[in-house]
């Protein structure tokens, strides 16, 4: 199994299963002299972690980070960075060894390597993501301080956020257990998930994201563009089963003559398009990014749900798992315009 390592010269390394003794991240590739402590992994762990309310699973953990490596009196050495979170709350006696749960990678897992562990899914299971949430937090600190990500619940099921203000933080969007910064609709959301979760049936949504202060420069044509970066990371979330710039179905059928408007050619602006979200020949224009992500309905449903300890819908959970992969490719990106010009280089 090769496919546990994210990124180019930023990468990480996830390792552990949901049930095994522990998850774990490293981060290779970061900067020597960059503030990092425990307590930076925690603040956003506890953003992901489970059993924080009625609408998400009752499974308990306290995704405690423990630094192993990388960091020395406060900052980071520039040698790979290890963090290990212990499972502690693991029920592996809900899980039948010989049963396949419909709609998830347990079936194709057995036939793939014909060995699997059958305890809540293993390395398939949604816990694997807190590693991705551990290297988000090293990657948002090697972007520059100005650069916000900020991912929201968009659309539950049928219902859907209209209302959302402008100066959207992380702090507005946790104010409600939905992550709905639309308070009529995230109040209306909160009820559906727990009949959801008394009945065993789940939903699926829309995670919306916005990415803000990027300088213009980032991407890598032809074949590491930010545009097709962004999606891929995104898309090897589990339960994501799109992920679109913008409203790209709207914008498919648009003419030319309205999608274009507001273009000039002279002036500070010249060439950046307000409709482009952000992304121009693959490559950042400075402007606001706008990433839609579409989650299908989580696949524990009918008697495996009311026994169990599942989420009804993974959504609000996954918004800080979501910025996290954004700021990865970004870290990413950004280090690499070391390399654009040789003047960089040599300065």
Known sequence: ????????????????????????????????????????FSAQLFRRRPGQSSITTGRAEADEPQILSGVFDGE????????????????????????????HADRVWQEKYGH???????????RETLCRVIGGVVAEKILPPEVSIVGFTRQIGQLRAEDVPAD?????????????????????????????????????????????????????????KAKNLLPNAIMSVGAVVGCTLGDAA?????????FHTGVSGAGADAGISPAANGIQGGITNGERIRLLAYFKPASTVGSMATSGRHDPCIVPRAVPVLESMVALVLADLYLNTALDRVGDLRS
């Open 76 to 103: 980071t050495l520039g040698t790979p960075i290890c963090v290990l979170v212990h499972n502690r709350d693991a029920r592996s006696r809900d899980y039948d060894p010989n049963y396949y749960r419909a709609g």
């Open 168 to 224: 959207l933080t992380r702090q507005k969007v946790d104010a409600h257990e939905t992550r709905c910064p639309d308070p009529a609709v995230a109040d209306a959301i909160s009820a559906e998930l727990r009949a959801c979760k008394e009945q065993g049936d789940s939903r699926g949504g829309i995670i919306e994201l916005w990415i803000d202060g990027l300088p213009m420069g980032l991407g890598e044509p032809v074949f590491r």
């Open 116 to 126: 699997r562990d059958h305890r809540g899914g293993g390395r398939a299971s949604g």
């Open 1 to 40: 199994m090769r496919g546990n390592i994210f990124g180019n010269l930023l990468t990480l390394t996830t390792f552990g299963e949901s049930h095994g003794p522990a998850m774990g991240a490293v981060i290779d590739g970061c900067p020597a002299g960059i503030a990092l402590d425990a307590d930076d």
């Open 250 to 258: 709207h914008d498919a059928t648009m003419r030319g003559i309205d």
